[in-house]
């Protein structure tokens, strides 16, 4: 069974760093083929794509924050590791991380709700 | 790459819903959706225009011609009340997933 489950601060501070970790389990980052995406929400508001890592290092980021997101990979321990820098109240929402099919996500963790507040 | 969709969708239990998904040329690309419940994350229904993901019920189908993607629900039942999103992988630019704006199906 493949699960996905994202974990980290559920309440930032504007202008710190987030770091949202994804933990996988049912099938491995380092396998050929794999990708892992991260998507948030805002409350009341579409999807919206942010970042994605392959189980090469390719790693994707959205256009319009790539200058403030990096993601990686820890094979042992099966995860994928999102960072974004300068968080401010309109980042708030919830955060999925994603495992990529061949264009599409095929499955989505529970997903975490991030505040950013002072 | 722009997605557009209508912000809501009504339809009376056991008739049919049908959500559009409109972009330039999205005939030449491959379609996904998704379905989003009220405080749950999405789940895959629809991907390469017209597959279903294993579980998913043959009343979920879908089609891609020209300008509009098209997810058509049958026999609507009231666990279908959701938010629904198109999604196409943008390889000219974002080089990643672009999602639609989002569908309100509502359940009569």
């Known amino acids: 069974q493949i699960t996905l489950k994202e974990s980290g601060p559920t309440l930032v501070k504007p202008t710190q760093t987030l770091t949202l970790s994804c933990t996988l389990s049912g099938f491995s980052i380092s396998s050929g083929g794999e990708g892992v995406g991260w998507i948030r929400q805002a409350p009341g508001k579409a999807l919206e794509w942010l970042a994605l890592i392959y189980w090469d290092d390719t790693v994707r980021y959205s256009p319009s924050l790539h200058n403030r997101l990096t993601v990686t990979k820890s094979t042992s321990r099966n995860q994928v590791v999102l960072t974004m820098t300068h968080m401010e109240p309109v980042d708030t929402g919830t955060y999925y991380c994603?495992?990529?099919?061949?264009?599409?996500?095929?499955?989505w963790g529970q997903g975490i709700l991030v505040t950013v507040s002072s | 790459y722009v997605l557009t969709q209508p912000p809501s969708v009504s339809v009376a239990p056991g008739q049919t819903a049908r959500i559009t998904c409109g972009g330039n040329?999205?005939?030449?690309?491959?379609v996904h959706w998704y379905q989003q419940r009220p405080g749950q994350a999405p789940i895959l229904v629809v991907y390469?225009?017209?597959d279903r993901p294993s579980g998913i019920p043959e009343r979920f189908s879908g089609s891609n011609l020209g300008n509009t993607a098209t997810l058509t629900i049958s026999r609507v039942e009231a666990g279908d009340e959701a938010d629904f999103y198109c999604q196409v992988w943008d390889t000219d630019t974002v080089h990643g997933p672009v999602f639609g704006t989002g569908t309100r199906v509502s359940v009569l």
């Open positions: 040329d999205i005939g030449n690309k491959r």
């Open positions: 390469e225009d017209d």
């Open positions: 994603g495992r990529l099919g061949n264009s599409w996500v095929a499955d």
